[in-house]
């Protein structure tokens, strides 16, 4: 497991690659919450809960430099999305564990949904639009009873950020996705549970447990946010040479294949297995910090990486 800030020591003294990698970068893929945000999605508050400004000011100075692009990559929905990117001076976001690519068009004022699943046939992409979504299809597929039957009180709707949603279910509990999958193998509609990290919710009707209650979102199969994340250096004209992502879950990490690096936060690794799936990922480091805090000092590191370029 390789921790950033070692790392970026060793480069700077001329061992390693990480200062090329962070000097190339063009679009740094960032997951929200527990990345960006803090507890209760909080964007002004330190890794301890308390009050700051560090993070905010990290998006103000990101943002002041024309050759670098901060893009969500996230499981909230378009509408949440829209206006996080607003409130934070973004444009184009990936939406809903990567089954929404969404872009801004400034000279029209229109901005542009694209629902991304990639194991679906073309018949049943063909019939998703603005009017029939993905996650209508989902949710005719029976899939959330199966769900539901199989895991009582086990898991649950992520109330009340399961609403306004396009393309997947949002869901919080304590189950094994891979487990849970074997139950969609027989639907006509290929959908997939994603686990997308450690939460920590004010309210659930969960069982009682000491393991740590997660995210997951019931999504088309094949929609994650590494694919986005591909699709979307396609759409820009980047390789993954020019790309980085930040997170704090197992969805996030599993972007690693399809960016240059990726920068697990402190706080991944309360999430079961991580740090063994960490030893597995080649070009995967951990901040010192957790969250806001973390997140503000890679993208330092990146800002003053370029300048020194």
Known sequence: MKHFSD??????????????????????????????????GCLLIDENGQPSANTANAIVEANLNPDFEIVPCTGRSVTQLIEISR?????????????????????????ENIYDAP??????????????????LINASGAMEKLFA??????????PWNVNRQATNVLRGRVDAAKA???FTELDIPISLIENGVIAPSAHTLMESDEPIRAYHLAPTGATKGNA????????????????????????LECGPEVAAIFMLQNSLRSPHMEDA???????????????DGWA?????ILACKCDA
């Open 119 to 136: 194991s679906w046939p073309d018949d049943l992409r063909a019939c998703t639009s603005e009017d029939v979504t993905p996650l209508d």
């Open 87 to 111: 409130l934070c001076g973004w444009n184009d976001f990936i939406g809903e564990a990567g089954a929404v690519r969404s872009y801004w068009h400034a000279d029209k004022g229109v901005r």
């Open 181 to 183: 999958n074997l139950l």
């Open 229 to 252: 994340i591909k699709a979307d250096l396609a759409h820009r004209g980047l390789s993954k040479d020019e790309a980085l992502m930040v997170g704090d879950g197992m969805a996030d």
């Open 278 to 292: 960490l030893r597995g990922m080649p070009n995967a480091y951990v901040t010192e910090r957790a969250q806001g």
């Open 150 to 159: 199989a895991f009582p009180g086990q898991i649950e709707y992520h109330s």
């Open 7 to 40: 790392e970026l020591k060793r480069s700077q003294q001329g061992e390693g690659e990480l200062l090329d990698i962070l000097r190339r970068v063009k679009v740094l893929y960032t997951d929200i919450d527990g990345t960006v945000l803090g507890k209760r």
């Open 297 to 301: 000092e890679l993208v330092r590191a």
